[in-house]
């Protein structure tokens, strides 16, 4: 397994230096919903619309897990579970009778951390490969 990567040059903040690189992996395109579902049936027995059918309600599933406040655990893939970015208020604010907590909310995010079998299955397969036309 290649990951394609590319150098970028880094600018120290605090110097505003020059000369500093790092790499960056490169997507090679989106494997999607359809293109899953079709491997996953020339894979195995299973019918496409099976396939299909199965993935949907996984999704479902998962959304309202999640939804409900549920960490969603997949089997030797990861965790997902939903974070906030909330505002800060007074600890006094907290105590009013009228505060609700919503109104600290600012964004609700995603958080996946992969499985630790993953990490390393990754870690060993993977190779860096550098984007050709780079200098």
């Known amino acids: 397994m ?3 990567c590319k150098i970028i040059r880094n600018k120290d ?3 505003q230096a020059e000369g500093m690189a790092t790499a ?3 997507s090679r395109g989106t494997y999607g919903f359809d293109q899953m579902a079709d491997d996953i049936s020339e894979a195995t027995s ?3 619309a099976d396939v299909v059918a199965a993935m949907e309600s996984l999704l479902i599933f998962t959304r ?3 939804l409900a406040g549920q960490t969603v655990e997949l089997r030797d893939f990861g965790r997902f579970r939903i974070c906030i970015k909330s505002r800060q ?3 006094a604010e907290t105590q009013e009778r009228e505060f609700r907590i919503d109104t600290l909310v600012r964004k609700y995010m995603l958080r996946f951390v992969p ?3 993953l ?3 990754i870690a060993h397969y993977a190779e860096a490969v550098r984007m050709k036309g780079e200098n």
């Open 13 to 15: 903040p605090r110097t």
């Open 64 to 66: 309202t897990a999640l």
């Open 115 to 117: 499985d630790m079998r």
């Open 119 to 121: 990490r390393r299955h």
């Open 24 to 26: 960056r992996a490169v």
């Open 89 to 91: 208020c007074t600890l």
């Open 2 to 4: 290649s990951i394609l």
């Open 46 to 48: 299973l019918t496409r």
